[in-house]
Every structure is written in C-alpha cells, then in structure tokens.
C-alpha cells in the first residue's frame, strides 16, 4: 500500500487584488501596492504648513522703483563697509593686545576706524538709514552684525 500524500492548494486571489501587486526589483515576491497612508498624509501637511509658514516670513521681493534701488544699494554697500569696518577694529585691538602695534600706530589705526564709523553714519542718514539698518539678514542662520 502506498501512502497518500495530501496536496495543498494555494488559494490564489481575485484578479482585482492580483493586478495590485508588484514586484520587489530586489527579491522578485510581489508585494501589494499601497497608497499613502495616514502617516504620510500627515507628513506631506506638516510640510505644507511649514512651506506657508517660510513663504510669509521671506523678505519682500525687491521693487524696481529708482529711489528704492539707490537706497538698496546704499543700504547694502554701506552694510558691507560696516562690517569691514568692525572686522578691522577687532583685528587692531587683537594687535594692540599682542603689542604688535606702535603707539603711533595705535592712534592712526583708532583715528582711521573712528573716521570711518563717522562716514557711514553719515552716508547712512543721508539715505535714511539707521545704523540697526546697517545688519545683514543671513536667513536661518541670523544676523551678520
């Protein structure tokens, strides 16, 4: 007598589903299609939101009107000159500290520096410009000054 072995059938699924599968491009099973989920949906507004919230606070775009470019302009040249400006003070008093400066050049240094923060407040109010004005907006990472 021969023994019988049982044979398991697969159930095979309806065609609808059948056609909603892929294959993995790397183990070759298919796998079912999903759409997005709850979680992704909720992934893809928390970055709508956060797109608007950026979009509001983004500096306003730049108007062509000549009085407001000369400004613009003088604003950024003068912003510029300002940070010159301090980078050299810092450099003089490191100098100055380390006695790699004469007196005499000490004061021509401080005299120098002292004349050109004079100027640019000068030039800055000559456009309306305050010197909290004078900073450089660096976006996310802050202000240059």
Do not use: C
Not at 18 to 36: E, H, M, N, V
Not at 76 to 98: G, S
Request: proline fraction near 6%.
């Amino acid at each position: 007598m021969g023994v019988k072995r049982s044979v398991r059938r697969v159930r095979q699924p309806p065609r609808a589903l059948k056609r909603d599968r892929k294959r993995s491009p790397t183990t070759g099973k298919t796998r079912r299609a999903r759409g997005p989920g709850a979680l992704e949906i909720q992934e893809i507004e928390s970055l709508r939101t956060e797109l608007n919230r950026l979009a509001a606070s983004a500096p306003p775009r730049w108007n062509a009107d000549p009085e407001d470019v000369r400004r613009s302009v003088a604003k950024l040249v003068l912003t510029l000159v300002e940070f010159i400006r301090q980078v050299l003070e810092r450099q003089a008093i490191r100098r100055m500290e380390a006695h790699t400066l004469t007196a005499e050049e000490t004061e021509s240094v401080g005299l120098a520096l002292m004349r050109l923060e004079e100027t640019v407040r000068d030039l800055g109010s000559h456009f309306g410009l305050k010197p909290e004005d004078l900073k450089l907006d660096l976006g996310p990472i802050g202000k240059l000054m």
